[in-house]
Structure formats: structure tokens, C-alpha cells
């Protein structure tokens, strides 16, 4: 009778491990390449403005193929948004004075632009009114984790000694 029951429990725990597993086997590895483009922004600029934000292009591919199902448009807003699930946007990174103070970038909003691309818009932290863009280079990471899709991706947003043209 013991040996029965030993032999039912150590069947529950196993079928349990294999479905955890098949569950983290579920999420694939992906590829997330991203560029920053400055846009409008300009060192010394502030606000959610259209004029203020940079813009962050993500790629999201597995086994060489577009991943296009990772979150719904997002549109502007003039707070800071809060990214599909799955999502981060994390400044690793930021430029130090003399102009702007190397703040961490808020999103504003966040586009699934198909076949894999998506846009997230960038202004400096919103919630510190003393930040503002600095000049030089913003190091950040996007990385995707859920069920579905894990993966990083490091890119580089430059904000340049001159002016943009808008």
C-alpha cells in the first residue's frame, strides 16, 4: 500500500515538474535590436512636448522572423505611459551636465508598428522637473519577458551639441 502511494505521489510531481518545464519552455529567445533617434530633441530640452521626445525603434525577431504581437499602440500622452506587459525600457546610462542633468527617459507612448517594429517616444524623466535632456550619449536596454518571448536589447540615443531642425 505504501509503495502504491509512494509511487502516485512521485507520478503527481513528475507530471507537475513537466508541465512547468513545457510552461518555461513555452517562451522563445528573441532577437531585440534598437536605435535611438533624436527627433526634435534638443540638449537643454524638457517636457512631454512633440518637439521635446526622442524616439526608440525596437526589432523584435526569433529564429529570423518578425515577432508582431507583443502589445497595442499606446498614443501619446503627456505623462509618463506604462509599457505593454513584458516590456521595459530601462536607462542604463545618462550624460552628466553642464547641459541637462543625465536624467533616466520616460516613455510617452509606445506604437506596434507590424512586422515587428515597434516605436517607444522618449522625453527626460517627467517626474523631476529639474531634468532635461543632457548632450551626449543615453546607453539604454529593452527588454521583453513574458510567457510568450524573452530577450534584451542595448542601444545607444545620442543628443548632439547642435540644434535640430524642425
Same mark, same amino acid.
Request: with cysteine.
Given at each position: 500500500?505504501?509503495?502504491?502511494?509512494?509511487?502516485?505521489?512521485?507520478?503527481?510531481?513528475? &507530471?507537475?515538474?513537466?508541465?512547468?518545464?513545457? /510552461?518555461? %519552455?513555452?517562451? #522563445?529567445? @528573441?532577437? =531585440?535590436?534598437?536605435? *535611438?533617434?533624436?527627433?526634435?530633441?534638443? &540638449?537643454?530640452?524638457?517636457?512631454?512636448?512633440? /518637439?521635446? %521626445?526622442?524616439? #526608440?525603434? @525596437?526589432? =523584435?525577431?526569433?529564429? *529570423?522572423?518578425?515577432?508582431?504581437?507583443?502589445?497595442?499602440?499606446?498614443?501619446?500622452?503627456?505623462?509618463?505611459?506604462?509599457?505593454?506587459?513584458?516590456?521595459?525600457?530601462?536607462?542604463?546610462?545618462?550624460?552628466?551636465?553642464?547641459?541637462?542633468?543625465?536624467?533616466?527617459?520616460?516613455?510617452?507612448?509606445?506604437?506596434?508598428?507590424?512586422?515587428?517594429?515597434?516605436?517607444?517616444?522618449?522625453?527626460?524623466?517627467?517626474?523631476?522637473?529639474?531634468?532635461?535632456?543632457?548632450?551626449?550619449?543615453?546607453?539604454?536596454?529593452?527588454?521583453?519577458?513574458?510567457?510568450?518571448?524573452?530577450?534584451?536589447?542595448?542601444?545607444?540615443?545620442?543628443?548632439?551639441?547642435?540644434?535640430?531642425?524642425?
Amino acid at each position: 500500500m505504501r509503495s502504491h502511494a509512494f509511487r502516485t505521489v512521485l507520478m503527481i510531481l513528475l &507530471a507537475a515538474s513537466t508541465s512547468l518545464a513545457a /510552461a518555461r %519552455a513555452e517562451a #522563445i529567445e @528573441v532577437k =531585440v535590436e534598437t536605435t *535611438g533617434h533624436r527627433l526634435f530633441a534638443d &540638449a537643454g530640452d524638457s517636457g512631454s512636448g512633440f /518637439a521635446t %521626445a526622442a524616439l #526608440i525603434t @525596437v526589432l =523584435v525577431t526569433a529564429a *529570423g522572423r518578425p515577432v508582431a504581437d507583443l502589445g497595442a499602440s499606446i498614443p501619446p500622452s503627456p505623462t509618463q505611459i506604462t509599457l505593454p506587459p513584458g516590456w521595459q525600457l530601462r536607462t542604463v546610462l545618462g550624460p552628466p551636465g553642464p547641459v541637462g542633468t543625465g536624467c533616466t527617459m520616460s516613455p510617452i507612448s509606445f506604437t506596434n508598428a507590424g512586422a515587428g517594429v515597434y516605436t517607444i517616444r522618449v522625453v527626460p524623466f517627467l517626474s523631476a522637473p529639474e531634468c532635461h535632456w543632457g548632450l551626449g550619449d543615453y546607453h539604454y536596454t529593452v527588454g521583453l519577458s513574458n510567457a510568450k518571448v524573452q530577450g534584451v536589447g542595448l542601444g545607444v540615443l545620442t543628443i548632439p551639441d547642435s540644434p535640430s531642425v524642425p
